[in-house]
């Protein structure tokens, strides 16, 4: 079973940066790290959960609108763990963000997306607060 612990989140200023982290196990079945397309996703209060980030085994990305050019997505195979760096943070980046994991197995070169129902396994998430 793929666990996932995701760290970084705080509360921040307008303008701030945070780095959040997330540590995957539990690869089992011959489906390693590399056979997954990682993402983050988050969740405002009242809103429906969202993607932000998603990356493949080969570092390809994807990125939602409201996040590009400020967040950036990356990831440590040999460590097994996610990073989402957040520049130029505001006040609407305020959620619990979450990292998640889809088993792609030999589709992994495909484009990662940012569709949640597509994400097999989920961590508990992290607060990220900003003020304004």
């Known amino acids: 079973q793929v666990q996932l612990v995701e760290s970084g989140g705080g509360s921040v200023q307008a303008g701030g940066s945070l780095r959040l982290s997330c540590a995957a196990s539990?690869?089992?079945?011959?489906?390693?790290?590399?056979?997954?397309?990682m993402g983050w996703f988050r969740q405002a209060p009242g809103k429906e959960r969202e993607g932000v980030a998603s990356?493949?085994?080969?570092?390809?990305?994807t990125y939602a609108d409201s996040v590009k050019g400020r967040f950036t997505i990356s990831q440590d195979n040999a460590k097994n763990t996610l990073y989402l760096q957040m520049n130029s943070l505001t006040p609407e980046d305020t959620a619990l963000y979450y990292c998640?994991?889809?088993?792609?197995?030999?589709?992994?070169?495909?484009?990662?997306?940012?569709?949640?129902?597509?994400?097999?396994?989920w961590g508990q998430g992290t607060q990220v607060t900003v003020s304004s």
């Open positions: 998640a994991a889809r088993q792609m197995g030999p589709r992994r070169w495909q484009r990662p997306n940012l569709v949640p129902n597509n994400y097999n396994y």
């Open positions: 539990g690869f089992t079945n011959g489906f390693t790290y590399n056979a997954y397309h």
């Open positions: 990356i493949n085994s080969n570092d390809y990305s």
